[in-house]
């Protein structure tokens, strides 16, 4: 999946959980960026990607996140992985 689909996908995303429909995303963002981003909506959030792109996303890995991007890149990684698996 193209990192464009991906990043529009997850904007959608926040857009939901954050209840804030002009709510713009950049890689460089974080928690501390987005106004009501805590622990319950960070599980949320996490919950909301894994159910719309259909992946999986270890523990261990969400937990070293340090910022969107590289949540789009493991999104990315995971979708390649599970599209790897079914061809």
Not at 7 to 23: A, G, K, Q
Not at 37 to 48: A, E, M
Not at 55 to 78: A, C, F, M, Q, W
Request: hydrophobic letters at 45%.
């Amino acid at each position: 999946m193209q990192v464009a689909v991906i990043e529009n996908t997850l904007t959608d995303i926040f857009r939901e959980v954050f209840d804030n429909s002009s709510l713009t995303l950049a890689r460089s963002m974080t928690a501390k960026d987005v106004k009501d981003w805590d622990s319950f909506n960070h599980v949320r959030l996490i919950v909301t990607v894994e159910q719309k792109f259909g992946i999986s996303l270890p523990t261990h890995e969400v937990v070293n996140l340090r910022n969107v991007g590289e949540l789009i890149d493991l999104i990315g990684k995971y979708l390649a992985r599970r599209n790897s698996e079914i061809a």
